[in-house]
């Protein structure tokens, strides 16, 4: 059994700042892929970023434009995504996902077999 659980979200300001917090238990992200992933009311789930178990991170330039930062506390069992210089259209309900299968596809193709419930991040003009 496999849980994660999403943390962090709010309501900012255009320009502001947020950390979001996944945090796992019954296995070590440390021996997993984890993404973060965006749903926008009406709009297909996206993804944003994430992280592999080696620790290298990739992320959905075009859409995050580098304001956004994924790292690992494997103390803490716990995957971050710090987003900066937040805008109006990153409003959308945020979700981690993790895949302990080993593979070498692209991170944005994996098939992640655990997902948290989301947390909301709403951006205001």
């Known amino acids: 059994q496999v849980q994660l659980v999403e943390s962090g979200g709010g309501l900012v300001q255009a320009g502001g700042s947020l950390r979001l917090s996944c945090a796992a238990s019954?296995?070590?992200?440390?021996?997993?892929?984890t993404g973060w992933f965006r749903q926008a009311p009406g709009k297909e789930r996206e993804f944003v970023g994430g992280?592999?178990?080696?620790?290298?991170?990739?992320y959905h330039t075009d859409s995050v434009k580098g304001r956004f930062t994924i790292s690992r506390d494997n103390a803490k069992n716990t995957v971050y995504l710090q987003m900066n210089s937040l805008k109006p259209e990153d409003t959308a309900v945020y979700y981690c996902?993790?895949?302990?299968?080993?593979?070498?596809?692209?991170?944005?193709?994996?098939?992640?077999?655990?997902w948290g419930q989301g947390t909301q991040v709403t951006v205001s003009s």
């Open positions: 992280i592999r178990r080696s620790g290298i991170t990739t």
């Open positions: 019954g296995r070590s992200l440390r021996t997993s892929s």
């Open positions: 996902a993790a895949t302990f299968r080993t593979t070498a596809q692209a991170i944005s193709t994996l098939n992640f077999d655990y």
